[in-house]
């Protein structure tokens, strides 16, 4: 059974329910039926059902739940709690309505907020500060967590590196230049994530073009300092850094360039330095390396929502959908 096979089979076996607000995608219908039709989750597509029944197209989504916000009794009871939470910035009963009933990503994090969801996935056809704004603003973090973050599930077709060819990006979607304390927090979180979503014992490697001292350079200093905060965080934790890539995953490389490290050459999380090295790096390996890449998931948040890439395909959102439904079981 492959990961997301794996993922699928949890999700089944105690079923969440999953807000999916992009309803004019054709991709979300897609995807909305296959889920249902596995099993995988309960949904609920956000939007009236004149605008659903003409954007469906063919698909079956009969089993879905279909909320307009501009209908829907719950609606009233959603703006209360907007403009508790958002007063302090300003936030009126008349802004609160027209966001409601207008962005349907907000409604979405609502219906998580208030309970009558689990968990949302979105992105298809918004930004990733699109989908998290209203995450950050709502929700807001987990308790005991300092940093929201994203990270990506990379699964390698005929690899034996990593967790039998799965690993754990981060960040690759939404920290654009961590400096060492947030650094160390992104592997941490990643750590943990990894954990709940594939099941085995983390191996964090903290990434640079350095490897043990091999370049001097103030991109370098970042990261050895991100690895040091990060152990005395959490020394329990199989991390060690500065590691160039082929050292963190290729056994005889690892073995020659950083002797006597339990990380070098196993490594199965991967910390990037930065969002431009972790976004190119996802992107080159499930492009040119056919990868499966599930994401930017989210942690950090105090309730699952996952983001999505706007290249996505309909499997990915019903991959993602079955992560999220994972991410609420483990709430």
Do not use: W
Not at 31 to 58: F, R, Y
Not at 84 to 113: C, I
Not at 222 to 227: D, L, Q, W, Y
């Amino acid at each position: 059974m492959g990961f997301i096979d794996e993922i699928k089979a949890r999700a089944k076996a105690c079923k969440k329910t999953i807000v999916l607000p992009e309803t004019e995608d054709e991709r979300t219908y897609k995807a909305a039926e296959a889920v249902l039709k596995e099993g995988i989750a309960d949904l609920v597509l956000v939007g009236s059902k004149e605008e659903i029944e003409k954007n469906k197209g063919t698909y079956d989504i009969s089993g879905a739940a279909i909320v307009d916000p501009a209908t829907d009794a719950r609606t009233e009871g959603y703006i209360a709690k907007l403009v508790e939470l958002r007063q302090k910035k300003g936030m009126t009963p008349e802004q609160a309505k027209e966001l409601l009933l207008n962005n349907y990503l907000y409604y979405g994090v609502m219906m998580v907020k208030m309970g009558d969801a689990d968990g949302m996935v979105s992105g298809a056809c918004h930004s990733t500060a699109d989908t998290l704004r209203p995450c950050l603003q709502i929700l807001k973090t987990k308790p005991g967590t300092k940093l929201v973050s994203a990270f990506f599930l990379m699964v390698v077709p005929d690899c034996d590196m990593g967790a039998d060819g799965t690993f754990v990006f981060a960040d690759a979607g939404l920290e654009q230049n961590p400096d060492p304390e947030k650094l160390a927090n992104i592997a941490i979180s990643s750590a943990d994530s990894f954990t709940l979503l594939v099941g085995k014992e983390p191996v964090v490697a903290m990434l640079s073009h350095s490897t043990k001292g091999s370049a001097k350079h103030a991109d370098v200093d970042k990261v050895v300092e991100a690895t040091k905060i990060a152990q005395g965080l959490a020394p329990e934790l199989a991390l060690d850094g500065e590691l160039q890539l082929d050292a963190a995953i290729v056994p005889e490389v690892g073995a020659s360039k950083a002797p006597g490290s339990k990380v070098a050459g196993h490594a199965n999380v991967l910390v990037f330095p930065d969002l431009d090295a972790g976004n190119i790096g996802y992107k080159l390996v499930q492009r040119l390396g056919k990868a499966e890449a599930y994401g930017p998931l989210t942690q950090g948040i105090a309730a699952p929502v996952n983001d999505l890439s706007r290249g996505c395909s309909a499997e990915d959102i019903v991959g993602v959908v079955a992560i999220t439904a994972v991410q609420a079981q483990a709430e």
